[in-house]
């Protein structure tokens, strides 16, 4: 296996990673795959996924902080980022070094974080699956703001939709609305599956807003629609009869990647659990998407890996991509250096090269980026690491007139599209609003904040119980995700000091929020308080350096945000060497032989959430990359 | 069956187009078979009242199966006995699958399913019991706890025909004078054999016996089984919802046990990592032996691994289990009492589910979907009761009585 | 009330009146008798058996002087306990340990029971009408419709 030459080495089995190797194997071409995290997680045997599956359950129950990474293995020698390390960069001079991973340098903590092991981030995400809107493609034309990206949505159409049939998207096509969406937004199309119904607590949101008639927001003098829309999102339903696909095919005449019709005998069947087919078919309402799915009803990239053709894939586990390695004229890539180890703790490791003829870089953005700092190459833009970017959640909380129960399905099922397009956008970011289903326990750790605040009052008995009932069966939580704008200073370095047990640089984050965001959370507290006040929303929102160490003031009042684990923009894909790391196939434009997936592609971000939009471009990079291959 | 099902298992797959493309005659060897080996009485023509009773009853027997196999799931310590626990839970929602799926075939011809108790005719049997529609009167069905005699009850309960039991049968039901059945799968088909008949001779004058016009419960509705549910409209689709309720249970292959075993006969070799369904009876020796089936295992009794599982040990630990009171009754508890109170909570649930069923069996499957949530919350109060200490010093355990 | 002088009935007769929830919905959990032996290794690890001692003596007498009146009782419990530091922790910690299955911070892990199990079995899921993210999930499409599950629902 050693000497073996793959048709493509792929770094990262994450989504993009799985998407590659799936697209690649079944069109016949080899494929080695380096995973840095533990074996055990990637295989597909049914028993030993499930057993596996049902350590990370365990780890899960027993972890006193639930963030999204408590799940997952954290390994010594392939660390991952993880929330629960943030805190306040204790000076200009000093970084956050807490967790032993991820160097923060500030001004602000960088908010979000990933897991580095077999399916990647998918295994802890949300599931939300908004494609992005016209406008997003071009938002230095539009308002002159960020850059402009080298193609526009209708390019990226039909990529969405195989995205879409990969992840497996519940949602209704038909009640999409807000800034942006018109008839030929989705165009004559459904969803594989029937939008996940709204939650109870959506439903009386709602009907509190709608009381008066048509909700209605004021801001800078302008009125403002208030509308809501069920949420597109990867998780298994019912499948819906109309849908037109069921597979993705590579057309070897056409050159092309082509969504496979079904028929009245083949149809679209959702994936199940990947150590049963029969397991996680719908969603249960386990309400634990982040950090993990206990049915796998929320997809995860381990059902697209598992969908790879056998005889074409090698997989790696235990396997640190730690350089890119290129021939001496610096031009063409000749392997990618890895090291492997045995228990993931021992701090023992073996240093190998694996080699193909193409070369792919899916580690996450922040990964991909060390790597390519590491070796010293892709970098004659100077873009490398650079314009890294997250949504800055804003978030409001209060308690609504009457029991809505929250605490109960999917984090979110509504959204808020009202502001994620509009004039505004020349002068502060825009933000989409989900509706969180899961009570307000982001911000302030309810609901064990709320047992400890009452018994801090003496409240015990009965007393107590309907205390609690009272309380958690009305909290309402509101999100304001606001787009960060690229900025060269928001940037991932690396620096000799910092390494990580087996040698490989820790990434040193920079990162800062500018006036352009710190604007949009102005706004959006002041649509939040017409909301709460029109909805009858008791508002319980406060803000402070103590709640969250993302905090900032803006014209004497204070914000904080919180990061949604949306990396973003660490590569940016361009139409020019000078201003960007790869080209429009996500090729880097100094490496003829090397791409890059993922988000870090990305120019610009949005409002919606990333996962969708990286996916399709992967298909895109998929499909350059067969042809690439078919040229030699 | 559905297509995707097929496509993810390949071995099911050939399995399937085998009995495609040899429906009729299987079927039909298989009636003749059982009819030559006396285990179908010769009976007097076959009358539709006649067939919906049997079909009645049928879904009363897959409904029998249900509480005992539920008791030994809900036994289940948390986060023990884990493959045990994945076997027995597929075992039980497929037999749920079976009892909707002959709701499916008595809409189909006119008649009108009972979920339930309706017009105080029990549904529930009392436990302990013998199984509904005289399948081995022998076997008393008790609620208990998964022991290791209770997971052998479980393999006699889904135990494929074979002739000592067939002729066993037969003798005793000269001398009772009415028809008993050896096995689940002997049960269904005679009930084949009779709907057959009477198809044929419907068609004869230009008729058809599938007349019924309630809507049948679909895929849609019902999921997370092994195979999806199959609606009726003819003969055919008839023939597929019995296969597939006899195929996962004791194995479309009850006749191999009648058969003197072969070497390297490769019908009796059903097992392998690409082999995702076997059937109950299989899945249940799985969990008896504490073993998988591995590819050369063969399933005939006279092989050399005699039928036995000789793969990868399953770590069962018999002792991680809730131990409760066999066969609980709420009187068994003062009234008033808290634990009276909550057997009551979980009777009054799993009532609500049948009558669910009923309702979504009766022409409006769309309410299943709550079902599925009783489903769970019934779960819930049945794992408190297998928790809070009753009488004896063992849990007070469900009791799945009926309440109205 | 009959005489009682088993520590774990103690417990549990003492944490139904602190946590609002019954007798059998306690036992229900079946986490009693971990919780108890918990709740003892804590103390005897931290030398203070005598506290935890004097509470479940002191919680025996209460109960049979006041039980079944549950405001009589959680009013003798805010006379006798709550001014007493090591007493009101001790309340503190007892409800924390029902409600969130933790113990100073910490998911409570006891041998030979599942880990992770406290958390599960946490009563304030109940009081707020739902379940713990990840466990005892109520099927498809339950969120867009009141709960079913109603242990918690003041009537």
């Not at chain 1, 032989?593 to 988000?599: A, F, H, Q, T």
């Not at chain 3, 409800?95 to 041998?111: A, D, F, L, R």
Request: contains cysteine; neutral net charge.
């Amino acid at each position: 296996m050693k000497d073996k030459e793959y048709d493509v080495v792929i770094v990262g089995s994450g989504i993009s990673g799985s998407i590659m190797a799936k697209t690649l194997t079944q069109a016949g071409k080899s494929v080695l795959l380096l995973e840095a995290g533990l074996t055990a997680g990637a295989t597909m045997k049914s028993n030993g996924s499930y057993y596996n599956y049902m350590t990370y359950m365990e780890t899960f129950f027993n972890a006193a902080a639930k963030v999204p990474n408590s799940p997952y293995p954290n390994l010594k020698d392939a660390p991952s980022i993880d929330v629960i390390n943030i805190e306040t960069i204790p000076s200009p001079t000093e970084p956050s070094t807490k967790g032993d991973y991820l160097v923060q340098a500030g001004p602000l903590p960088f908010g979000s974080d990933n897991w580095r092991g077999p399916g990647g981030t998918t295994m802890h995400w949300l599931g939300t699956t908004p494609r992005m809107l016209p406008n997003d493609f071009q938002m230095k034309t539009k308002y002159g703001v960020g850059v402009d990206w080298p193609f526009g949505y209708d390019d990226l159409k039909r990529y969405y939709e195989m995205a879409e049939l990969e992840i497996g998207v519940s949602g209704n096509v038909k009640e999409q609305k807000g800034p942006g969406v018109t008839k030929s937004y989705y165009g004559d199309y459904d969803f594989p599956m029937e939008k996940i119904p709204q939650s109870y607590l959506d439903q009386v949101f709602m009907k509190e807003m709608k009381k008066g008639g048509d909700s209605v927001v004021k801001l800078d003098g302008k009125k403002y629609k208030i509308e809501f829309v069920s949420t597109p999102q990867g998780r298994n339903s019912i499948p819906c009869p109309e849908y037109q696909y069921r597979d993705i095919t590579w057309d070897k005449r056409r050159k092309k990647l082509q969504l496979v019709r079904s028929t009245a005998t083949e149809k679209y069947k959702q994936s199940g659990a990947i150590w049963s087919p029969n397991v996680g078919l719908r969603c249960e309402g386990n309400a634990s998407c982040v950090p993990i799915c206990p049915v796998q009803a929320k997809y995860n990239a381990l059902k697209t890996l598992r969908k790879a053709v056998g005889e074409y894939l090698d997989i790696k586990t235990q396997a640190v991509a730690s350089r890119v390695l290129v021939d001496k004229k610096g031009k063409k890539v000749t392997g990618i250096e890895y090291k492997t180890f045995d228990t993931g703790d021992d701090v023992i490791y073996n240093t190998r090269v694996a080699k193909g003829k193409i070369y792919v870089l899916g580690a996450s953005a922040i990964e991909n980026a060390k790597i390519l700092l590491a070796s010293g190459i892709a970098n004659s833009s100077d873009q490398v690491g650079r314009n890294l970017m997250d949504h800055l959640v804003l978030l409001t909380w209060g308690l609504l007139p009457k029991k809505a129960y929250p605490y109960r399905g999917p984090g979110s099922t509504t959204n808020i599209p009202t502001f994620r397009d509009g004039a505004f956008r020349s002068k502060h970011a825009a933000w989409i609003s989900p509706v969180d289903n899961w009570g307000w326990a982001w911000p302030v750790f309810s609901p064990g904040s709320d047992l400890s605040d009452a018994l801090g009052k003496d409240m015990l008995g009965k007393e107590l119980k309907n205390h609690l009932n009272h309380v958690l069966t009305r909290q309402l939580l509101l999100h304001f995700e606001c787009e960060q704008t690229p900025d060269p200073n928001n940037r991932i370095t690396i620096d000799e000091a910092y390494k990580d047990p087996i040698g490989n640089y820790r990434p040193i984050v920079h990162y800062n929020t500018n006036e352009y965001m710190n604007k949009s959370f102005e706004a959006a507290v002041k649509v939040s308080n017409q909301i709460f006040e029109e909805a009858n929303i008791e508002d319980h929102t406060s803000y402070s350096q103590e709640l969250d160490p993302d905090y900032v003031e803006y014209k004497g009042k204070g914000y904080n945000f919180w990061g949604a684990g949306h990396i973003v923009g660490t590569h940016r894909m361009g139409t020019k060497p000078s201003n960007s790391v790869v080209n429009p196939d996500q090729r880097t434009w100094d490496h003829d032989n090397l791409y890059l997936i993922g988000c870090g592609n990305m120019p610009t971000l949005g409002t919606s959430n990333p996962t969708l939009t990286m996916s399709a471009l992967t298909f895109k990079a998929a499909e350059a990359i067969l042809k690439h291959l078919d040229k030699k | 069956m559905s297509d995707s099902y097929n496509n993810t298992n390949p071995r099911r797959q050939k399995l399937n187009s085998r009995l495609k493309h040899q429906e009729q005659q299987a079927v039909t060897a298989k009636a003749g078979l059982l009819r030559a080996s006396g285990a179908i009485k010769k009976k007097k023509k076959p009358t539709l009242k006649k067939l919906k009773a049997n079909l009645q009853t049928a879904m009363k027997l897959e409904h029998s199966t249900i509480p005992p196999y539920l008791c030994a799931l809900y036994s289940i310590k948390e986060g023990k006995n884990l493959m045990a626990t994945e076997i027995i839970k597929s075992v039980v929602i497929e037999e749920m699958l079976h009892m909707v799926m002959v709701a499916n075939l008595i809409n189909a011809i006119g008649g009108k399913p009972v979920v339930g108790e309706v017009k105080g005719e029990p549904f529930i049997p009392s436990y302990p019991t013998p199984l509904p529609g005289n399948v081995d009167p022998s076997l008393i069905v008790n609620l208990t706890s998964m022991t290791k005699k209770q997971i052998r009850v479980f393999c006699k309960i889904e135990h494929p025909g074979d002739e000592e039991r067939e002729e066993r049968a037969k003798l005793r039901s000269i001398k009772d004078g009415e028809t008993e059945y050896a096995s689940i799968g002997d049960f269904y088909a005679a009930i084949l054999d009779d709907m057959e008949a009477l198809e044929e001779d419907a068609h004869k004058k230009g008729k058809t016996i599938f007349t019924g016009k309630t809507p049948q419960v679909t895929p849609e509705h019902y999921y997370g089984a092994g195979g999806s549910i199959i609606p009726v409209h003819n003969i055919d689709d008839a023939r597929a919802v019995i296969d597939e309720i006899v195929d996962q249970g004791e194995g479309s292959f009850g006749s191999i046990f009648a058969e003197p075993y072969k070497e390297g006969k490769e019908e009796y070799l059903w097992f392998g990592a690409d082999v995702e369904e076997y059937a109950h009876y299989f899945r249940f020796k799985e969990v008896q032996f504490g073993r998988f089936y591995k590819p050369t295992d063969s399933a005939h009794r006279d092989s050399p691994n005699r039928g036995r599982p000789t793969g990868e040990e399953i770590d069962i630990d018999w002792e991680e289990v809730y131990m409760m009171n066999d066969n609980p009754k709420m009187k068994d508890y003062p009234e008033g009492s808290e634990i009276r109170k909550k057997m009551y909570d979980f009777n009054k649930t799993y009532s609500n589910l049948l009558d669910n069923l009923n309702k979504g069996c009766n022409g409006k499957p769309e309410v299943l979907r709550e079902g599925i949530m009783i489903m769970f919350d019934m779960k819930y109060k049945a794992l408190e009761l297998m928790k809070i200490p009753g009488n004896n010093g063992l849990a007070v355990g469900p009791s799945f009585e009926y309440i109205k | 009330m009959k005489e009682n002088n088993n520590g774990s009935e103690i417990l549990l007769e003492i944490s139904a009146y602190l946590t609002g929830f019954e007798k059998a919905d306690l036992l229900g959990t079946g986490m009693l008798d971990p919780y108890y032996r918990y709740t003892i290794k804590q103390y005897v690890d931290a030398d203070d058996a005598g506290t935890l001692q004097s509470f479940l003596m002191e919680s025996k007498v209460i109960v049979e002087e006041f039980g079944p009146d549950e405001d009589a009782v959680i009013n003798a419990v805010k006379a006798r306990f709550l001014p007493y530091a090591k007493f009101n922790t001790l309340v503190t910690q007892l409800v924390t340990m029902w409600y969130t299955g933790e113990w100073n911070g910490e998911v409570i892990s006891i041998e030979g029971y599942k880990q992770g199990q406290a958390y599960v079995q946490g009563l304030i899921w109940d009081a707020a009408e739902t379940h713990p993210p990840g466990a005892k999930q109520p099927g498809y499409g339950s969120w867009a419709k009141e709960p079913i599950n109603s242990k918690g629902n003041i009537k």
